[in-house]
């Protein structure tokens, strides 16, 4: 019998009444506006929720071209927008950055193994289509590179195209777990700057659709993972995808909740060995093709509103955490306000908080795979876009509470 837990909640988000009041005072006209804009703002990368749609069935691995079935319309308000923004806080960077947002048929997709699934061939035929792995296989996270080694290699197992070329998604089957799941290959690098061990007590803090839940069993067994989510339906489609590719023998480790996630560390003060912070943000890869200027504005107006929730998730994860514990913070966007001034103002507000770096032991190995911008301040690091590496936005930083 499968033993994963699931704790019910009203599906009336506390995130989006929280939205909703930062902005009573703009009228929508629709009730569907307001629909879109929950769905929107609590969104995670295009690619990690566009891949769970059904493309592909079984086992057949025969590859397709990265087109898209119809053209997306680019909200002309938001690229403005970002125009303006990105090409102050990018430089130079911008122009490429903004050529590969603007054409998704070029995005690139990442097929996350599944040590569970039955992977006989597949690894190898993945190879003789060009996919090369993201970082050095190991067998257990014993064996993985300790913090301030210079070079990474973790038990999980994630291949890239050398181009566009990418697999179709796999069916659910009652009875089979999947043997891949495809993604942005730059949503590993908070799961891979996490260094989850054996035995340790996790939570995914905002984890739907489930993708790094699922990578976090990739690469541990914890003692303990909860996988939480404010929405209800979220939760459901999380559940789901744990349910495809997870035995139910590892799931009896695994709790899926439904709780306003501002609210876990003053409830489970200091329970957690780690935690993660996949943060709702401005999803500059799907903001771009908002349905019209209506909703591109109403979009813009909630964007300015975003870093107060995710500062106040940051705080609640590093209440949540032990003392000695480390949480990562990450989005999908490139936004600065969003990025490295959350991180800024956790640090100023929070007490024996550090920030922990990454350079030598993680993003050094993956400059050969990942385009990083030069972020000023230097609070975290981020990912774009580039052509031929199509991987980002992705912002990840990693705390650590002191006392």
Partial sequence: MLSLKYLPRTIFSDYFLYIRGCFSNFHASTTCLEVDLYNLLYKKSQSEQSTKQVT????????????????RQVCQLILDHFDSQYSQELGDQWGSVRSVLLNPHCWQHGALLNRFGDLAGVQSHLHSLGYHSLVPHSHSPASRSEPGSSHICSPLRCLLPEGVTRLPTQRHRAGWLKQYYLLNAASLLPVLALQVRDGEKVLDLCSAPGGKALAVLQEAMPGLLRCNDVDESRSKWLLKTLQSYIPPAVLSTVTVTNTDGRAIGSAEPQVYDKVL?????????????????????????????????????????????????????????????????????????????ELLDLEEELIGSLSQHFTFARLQPPLGHLVVPEHGRTWGPMFVCRLRRLY
């Fill in 277 to 353: 912070v996949d943060a709702p943000c401005s999803n500059d890869r799907s903001w771009l093709f908002t349905p019209g200027p209506q909703q591109g504005e109403l979009w813009l107006r909630a964007r300015t509103q975003l870093p107060h929730l995710q500062k106040d998730l940051l705080c609640s994860a590093l209440a949540a955490v032990r003392p000695g514990g480390m949480v990562v913070y990450s989005t999908c966007t490139l936004s600065r306000g969003e990025n490295q001034s959350v991180v800024e103002a956790v640090l100023t507000s929070c007490p024996g908080v």
């Fill in 56 to 71: 592909g069935a079984g086992t057949r691995l025969s590859s397709k071209s990265g087109k898209c079935r119809t053209r």
